[in-house]
């Protein structure tokens, strides 16, 4: 991936983050009783869905950021413990 396409993709993100957070302070301020981004929507019900879809979008910009300054995307890495 180019730095053009990494810098686009961190334009889109930041602005879907924008609008995530700012779902999230109307639904805790009780000025919506839901809110809609994209094609997810969300009632006040759902409001941990909203903060969890908030960190991922997080944690997806710092690994775009990341990228963008040389450095690689983190790889989960896991390991499986077996007792014989």
Do not use: C, F, P
């Not at 999230?24 to 969300?42: E, F, H, P, T, W």
């Not at 991922?56 to 990228?67: D, G, I, S, V, Y």
């Amino acid at each position: 991936m180019d730095k053009t396409e990494i810098q686009a993709r961190i334009e889109w993100t930041r602005k879907a983050l924008d609008k995530a957070r700012e779902g999230y302070i109307q639904l805790l301020d009780g000025n919506v009783a839901s809110y809609s981004l994209g094609s997810r929507s969300v009632t006040r019900l759902d409001i941990d869905k909203l903060l969890a879809h908030i960190k991922a979008l997080e944690k997806q910009l710092e690994e775009l950021e990341a990228q963008l300054n040389g450095g690689k995307a983190r790889k989960a890495v896991g390991a499986v413990l077996v007792d014989w």
